[in-house]
Structure formats: C-alpha cells, structure tokens
C-alpha cells in the first residue's frame, strides 16, 4: 500500500498510513516503509519532511540503512545541498555503514550535472580504489 500511495503522488497518504501503523500493536513499520516514503518525499523535492522523518526513524529502534542514506543524498544533490551532502555522507560512514555502487554512483552523477567534474571524478577514482566496479549507472 505504501508503494502505492507514494507512486500516485499521496505522500499525505502515505503518512497517514504510517502514523496509522505505528498506533497499532504488534505492527511497526520497518526501514523498507520508511525508506518508501523518504524516496517518495525527495522526489517530489519534500526534503524538510524526507528529513524529518529520516531524523523520526533514527530516534526509534530503525536503523537507516544504505539505501535511507543513499536516497537523501539523492535528494540533497538534487537540490544542490552540497555541504548537506558532505555531512550525511560522514553521518553515514560513522555509523559504519559503507557507501555501495549505487551511492557512489549518485555522487558521481550529481557532481557531474552541476558540473563539478574534478569532484566527480575524486569520487570514481576512489570508489574504484576501494575494488569496486563502475556499472553503467557510474559511467
């Protein structure tokens, strides 16, 4: 439902259903929930409430994941928050979660539109370094 909800653009909805969830024992929503609707926020360029409920999900016993990481970083570059970006991707790393293909991908991409190749590039040669392989998605 909540894959749906967020498809068709009800990010309210979404929430809704959420809140709804967590009100009920024994069923809590999970990082997969989550992460569907921090997705669904920054791409509709939500980011304060992407963020806030990123912040919510840290407070409760859900770990953010890679992919939590990974999609508000997505949404910070797509907005140009670079110092933002920095900053979660630290938060990231010191909460012992490595960056994967697809995070390194999205900083590559992102650096690359707003036409900061050098930094771009910093990144590839450092993925790369750390014996992972660009997919067609990097290049």
């Given at each position: 439902?909540?894959k ?16 709804n ?6 069923f809590?929503?999970?990082?997969v929930?989550?992460?569907t ?8 360029r939500?980011?304060?409430q ?13 770990l ?10 997505r949404?910070?570059?797509?907005l ?6 920095k ?11 490595a960056?994967d293909i697809?995070?390194?991908s999205?900083?590559v ?7 900061n ?14 014996v ?8």
């Amino acid at each position: 439902m909540f894959k749906g909800l967020c498809r068709s653009g009800d990010n309210a909805g979404a929430l809704r259903l959420l809140r709804n969830m967590e009100s009920r024992a024994p069923f809590k929503p999970g990082v997969v929930i989550y992460n569907t609707i921090i997705d669904s926020l920054c791409k509709d360029r939500l980011l304060p409430q992407a963020l806030g409920l990123f912040k919510e999900m840290k407070t409760t016993t859900i770990l953010p994941n890679v992919i939590t990481y990974t999609t508000l970083i997505r949404g910070l570059c797509s907005l140009g928050h670079w110092d933002d970006t920095k900053e979660l991707l630290t938060e990231m790393l010191d909460s012992n979660l490595a960056p994967d293909i697809q995070t390194y991908s999205t900083l590559v991409d992102m650096y690359s539109k707003e036409g900061n190749v050098a930094e771009a590039r910093v990144i590839f040669e450092f993925m790369t370094k750390r014996v992972m392989h660009a997919n067609i998605f990097t290049y």
